[in-house]
């Protein structure tokens, strides 16, 4: 069960690495000071919290417990983040904002400072790693600084979840996820503190109820804090992993194309494999447009007649008479034989460029006219690989170049 903590916080400190590094010197900017804090807070409150780390913590301060008033004061910061985060990201007048969310750190502030104090006057000398709630749940001072985390950290979690119902009327498109998934990362959050007030309540009335603490709450509180960072994420970088998407999905459909374009380039283009989907699209489309100019001097229109009359031939005598791929193209006004057509025009043009650059071009140049529209691109790719009239075009090009040598 330890390892649930580790997971959240893992995977909260690599997002908080790249969110710092990404800051740089924005930190002025309340709302990315705010983000970069709750990922970074929420990481290490994570880690601290789950038991091994707990005993660490405590071996190396020497008291006992320690890790307790550590984590719960994580825990309010952390909360005070999350309010100023949604503060700044709802906006308004800049200073009534700067007035709200001084008003919050303040007083989670105090808070932290109550905790600290509280358990400084605590008589507390058993370490408890799992149950420190409950176990300590009639001790003087230890009660109260836990129900004055359980208290505050409540009222963070309704006000955030009150300002996500409140706000979800007037915003649509990624906004409205992210603050659904806030909305629900706070039910799973009001689930681990019920969990724990009934905990400490049955121990109150001298039941053992503990399993709610050290069994239900952990969980629980897992999922609200990865739910939750996932929430205030989702509208900054969810445009992003949308663009990589598409990006990834056009880099594949285009591999044909850039297979045939790639080896005509003077310099190759350099991509790493770390290198995300929308900068390996762009060297790709480079070097595809930079092998069709290789190979425009030797476009032949010749050529693309004869595959376009050929494509059409083959499409009459399909059953279907090729309606499912007319039907993207048809949209454009660009005929699925033209497109055919192209294709065979491009691949017999690429194998005089590289055969013999110094054959003369011919008499009537083409034009390629798939290539100047992004989503004709793809339809250029998948005659390239899948055509047999482009095939053909190219095989008979190869002849012609082996009898001119």
Not at 19 to 30: E, N, Q
Not at 143 to 165: D, F, K, N, P, Q
Not at 312 to 339: C, F, K, M, N, Y
């Amino acid at each position: 069960m330890d390892f649930i903590f580790y997971v959240p916080g893992v995977i909260l400190l690599i997002t908080a690495v790249f969110k710092l590094s990404a800051l740089r010197g924005s930190w002025r900017d309340p709302l990315m000071a705010a983000s970069g804090s709750v990922l970074l807070i929420g990481a290490l409150v994570c880690i601290l919290s789950a038991p091994p780390t707990i005993s660490v913590v405590n071996s190396l301060t020497g008291i006992a417990n320690f890790s307790a008033a550590l984590v719960y004061s994580g825990m309010s910061a952390l909360s005070a983040c999350y309010l100023v985060l949604m503060i700044a990201w709802r906006g308004g007048e800049p200073e009534r904002v700067a007035r709200t969310s001084l008003l919050v750190v303040g007083f989670y502030a105090l808070v932290i400072v109550g905790i600290v104090a509280l358990f400084s006057l605590a008589d507390v000398p058993v370490e408890r790693t799992r149950d420190l709630d409950t176990y300590y749940a009639n001790t003087p001072y230890m009660r109260e600084m836990i129900l004055l985390y359980l208290v505050s950290h409540t009222v963070a979690t309704v006000t955030l979840a009150g300002m996500c119902r409140s706000w979800l009327r007037e915003v649509h498109d990624l906004t409205r996820r992210g603050l659904t998934l806030i909305v629900v990362g706070a039910i799973f959050d009001l689930s681990y503190q019920i969990a724990k007030y009934t905990a400490m309540a049955a121990r109150w009335n001298g039941r053992d109820w503990d399993f709610l603490s050290t069994s239900v709450s952990p969980p629980l509180v897992a999922i609200a804090g990865v739910t939750v960072a996932a929430g205030f994420a989702l509208p900054r970088i969810g445009p992003s992993i949308a663009a990589n998407l598409r990006a990834w999905r056009r880099h594949r459909l285009l591999h044909p194309l850039w297979a045939e374009m790639r080896d005509l380039r003077a310099l190759a283009s350099e991509t790493h494999w770390w290198d995300p989907p929308v900068v390996r699209l762009a060297q790709q489309e480079i070097t595809i447009l930079d092998g069709v100019l290789v190979c425009s001097p030797y476009l032949d229109n010749d050529v693309r007649k004869a595959a376009y009359a050929a494509e059409r031939r083959a499409d009459t005598s399909r059953p279907d008479h090729g309606t499912s791929d007319r039907g993207a193209a048809g949209q454009v006004g660009v005929d699925q034989a033209e497109i055919v057509a192209e294709a065979a025009m491009l691949a017999a043009a690429r194998v005089r460029a590289s055969a013999n650059p110094s054959a003369e071009f011919p008499a009537d140049v083409g034009e390629l006219q798939c290539i100047k529209q992004p989503h004709l691109m793809v339809g250029l790719a998948r005659a390239l690989a899948s055509s047999p009239v482009v095939a053909d075009a190219r095989q008979r090009a190869y002849v012609q170049e082996v009898r001119h040598d």
